[in-house]
């Protein structure tokens, strides 16, 4: 059974930072691209970060120069460091695997931001 466990969330002051750690099993996890999403109210699920299985990386715009995705193979986990959080990161962050037709989600972890 394949299973993706977020945590790291929380409510943090605008300027500070966060380390989402995303567990997976289940999964040969070093074979998998890995990605972080988020989805705040109101809005669709947007893609925020990911990372291949030979560590390769892209960002969404709003996020570039503030997050950072990184894996441990050892471990079978992907991290999510957030750093000078602004409101509108505001969201729920969910921990994604994905292989081919394979695609596996998290259910998530709340990140608020306040002001």
């Known amino acids: 059974q394949v299973q993706l466990v977020e945590s790291g969330g929380g409510l943090v002051q605008a300027g500070g930072s966060l380390r989402l750690p995303c567990a997976a099993s289940g999964i040969v996890f070093d074979i998998y691209t890995m990605a972080w999403y988020r989805q705040a109210p109101g809005k669709q699920r947007e893609l925020v970060a990911t990372i291949t299985s030979r560590s390769s990386t892209n960002y969404a715009d709003s996020v570039k120069g503030r997050f950072t995705i990184s894996r441990d193979n050892a471990k079978n986990a992907v991290y999510l460091q957030m750093n000078s959080l602004k409101p509108e990161d505001t969201a729920v962050y969910y921990c994604?695997?994905?292989?081919?037709?394979?695609?596996?989600w998290g259910r998530g972890t709340q990140v608020t931001v306040s002001s």
């Open positions: 994604n695997a994905q292989r081919s037709v394979l695609n596996y």
